[in-house]
């Protein structure tokens, strides 16, 4: 007796003949190891080199790695020019404890309620010359989101201010960025934090090219609903109005864009502020 087909599945995925799937399917040998080519969105297997772990459906077949291929995997994105021109130096982790130098190797556990919640904070500092601008001005505002966003700090000031100029040193840029981020932490998928939160400091060293536009560009008013002041003032990870302005923008050939609130009043841009110098060359933002 055949079982029955799931009609959620696309037509690429489902048996053309017959179109149900026999309860004795055939699969290949397990000591095959499969090749992709694409085919329809989905990705064709044939005999090639030995693995030992597959999993099959109809034409389509997804490998089981092991700890040490998912490592392979990563790394071979490096070397085949995925990372080639990567701009990232160095990366800490609190989960590690340590700072981790190989990009390939720079990433975040998927039940961190920062990536499936957005339940996170984020900042920047500019790294010019050697010398980080402003620091402790951006690390006491990088607190108050965190407090704002009722995460807890698993380290104080000072410590973040010392792990963030040791990431520094050790990624070896005179000139770039240190952003960092401060989340509940890893650990569930539910809604609120994890019964036993462990909040996560991240924090990553990248090269970057400053420049200024001397000429002007080119701006639109936003149609995108702008943040309530609470959440324009904490720098969430919550960003999704700011990139829907920003893609906006470019789809109309600007620069960027602008929110004007319900008054009528410039508001500011989804990653700029807006300032004004006045006649009498005063700067009021």
């Known amino acids: 007796m055949a079982l029955p087909c799931n009609p959620s599945l696309p037509p690429t995925l489902q048996n053309s003949s017959p179109p149900c799937l026999s309860p004795s399917p055939t699969f290949p040998s397990p000591s095959i190891r499969p090749s992709f080519s694409t085919l329809n969105g989905s990705s064709k297997c044939s005999s090639s080199t030995k693995l030992g772990r597959e999993k099959w459906l109809g034409d389509l077949c997804v490998p089981v790695y092991s700890t040490s291929e998912v490592i392979e995997k990563m790394r071979e ?15 800490y982790s609190s989960l590690l404890g340590g700072i981790i130098m190989d990009p390939a190797l720079m990433v975040v556990p998927m039940d961190d309620h920062m990536v499936h919640r957005g339940h996170g904070v984020f900042d920047t500092a500019m790294l010019v ?4 601008y402003d620091l402790d001005a951006h690390l006491d505002r990088f607190l108050r989101s965190a407090s704002a966003a009722k995460i807890s ?3 104080p000031h000072e410590t973040l201010r010392g792990i963030v100029l040791l990431l520094a040193a050790a990624s070896r840029l005179k000139t770039g960025s240190l952003r960092y981020w401060l989340s509940s932490g890893p650990g569930d998928f539910s809604l609120s934090p994890p019964s036993n939160p462990r909040p996560a400091f ?4 990248m ?16 149609t995108i609903p702008m943040k309530p002041s609470k959440f324009a003032t904490m720098k969430s990870v919550n960003y999704l109005p700011n990139v829907l302005s920003k893609m906006e923008a470019e789809e109309r050939g600007a620069f960027s864009s602008i929110w004007v609130d319900d008054h009528g ?5 989804p990653n700029t502020n807006i300032a004004f110098v006045s006649k009498e060359r005063a700067l009021a933002s």
Do not use: Q
């Open 77 to 91: 994105g490096k070397a085949n020019g995925v990372l080639e021109e990567h701009p990232y130096r160095a990366m």
């Open 129 to 132: 010359n050697g010398y980080l």
């Open 153 to 155: 700090h698993p380290y």
């Open 202 to 205: 991240y924090s990553l060293a």
């Open 207 to 222: 090269e970057t090219t400053f420049s200024r536009e001397l000429e002007g560009v080119k701006i639109i008013t936003s």
């Open 265 to 269: 009043c410039i508001a500011e841009g």
